[in-house]
T-cell receptor, first 115, second 115 residues
Framework: DVKVTQSSRYLVKRTGEKVFLECVQD?????MFWYRQDPGLGLRLIYF???????EKGDIPEGYSVSREKKERFSLILESASTNQTSMYLC??????????????FGEGSWLTVV | AQTVTQSQPEMSVQEAETVTLSCTYD???????LFWYKQPPSRQMILVIR??????QNATENRFSVNFQKAAKSFSLKISDSQLGDAAMYFC????????????FGAGTILRVKS
């Protein structure tokens, strides 16, 4: 089974802290994604990566950055956490840069509370 | 802007009955995939069904089927013989060919199943 693992399920951080959310997939997928989920807004794409060291901004990249130094790992970074970044964050991965029919696999989510 | 609209924030259905969840989307592209994802309380996203835009035949997966109206940009999900385990948040999403696997989600519909 494909596994997408988010290292932290629940985090509480203080305003201004630097926060790292880690995601690892074990299926050699090229594509990886970070979404944010908020009530009434669905899932919104923050960043995605279609190869190592490649990244593209999604719909709401402000206040976030990402790192993909290895194919299996995609990190989301909040340089200076703010209360409006309190949310659930979902990581996902999929094979094939141009094969849209491929299934996207999701992690279990990371609940981040910024106080 | 690419958008997905789910006009029903919440729906209820009696066990063993049928329910239809609505979804409309807006894209100028002609080639894309459409999806319904289920998110139970565990927050794990589960693919329910998918539809290729170039196929006229509606996709079916056991008790789940879609009504795909490409000209109207409508993609509704029908759940037959509803079960208690169907209770979840349901997200409609589409994926364009460009950039491979970027998914655009709707805001979601909470489905409650009454026994």
């Amino acid at each position: 089974d494909v596994k997408v693992t988010q290292s932290s399920r629940y985090l509480v951080k203080r305003t201004g802290e630097k926060v790292f959310l880690e995601c690892v997939q074990d299926m050699d997928h090229e594509n990886m994604f970070w979404y944010r989920q908020d009530p009434g807004l669905g899932l919104r794409l923050i960043y995605f990566s279609y190869d190592v060291k490649m990244k593209e901004k999604g719909d709401i990249p402000e206040g976030y950055s990402v790192s993909r130094e290895k194919k299996e790992r995609f990190s989301l970074i909040l340089e200076s956490a703010s209360t409006n970044q309190t949310s659930m964050y979902l990581c996902a991965s999929a094979a094939g840069a141009r094969i849209v029919g491929n299934t996207i696999y999701f992690g279990e989510g990371s609940w981040l509370t910024v106080v | 802007a690419q958008t997905v609209t789910q006009s029903q924030p919440e729906m209820s259905v009696q066990e063993a009955e049928t329910v239809t969840l609505s979804c409309t989307y807006d894209t100028s592209e002609s080639d894309y995939y459409l999806f319904w994802y289920k998110q139970p309380p565990s927050r794990q996203m589960i693919l329910v069904i998918r539809q290729e835009a170039y196929k006229q035949q509606n996709a079916t997966e056991n008790r789940f089927s879609v009504n795909f109206q490409k000209a109207a940009k409508s993609f509704s999900l029908k759940i037959s013989d509803s079960q208690l385990g169907d209770a979840a948040m349901y997200f409609c999403a589409y994926r364009l060919l460009q950039y491979g696997n970027k998914l655009v989600f709707g805001a979601g519909t909470i489905l409650r199943v009454k026994s």
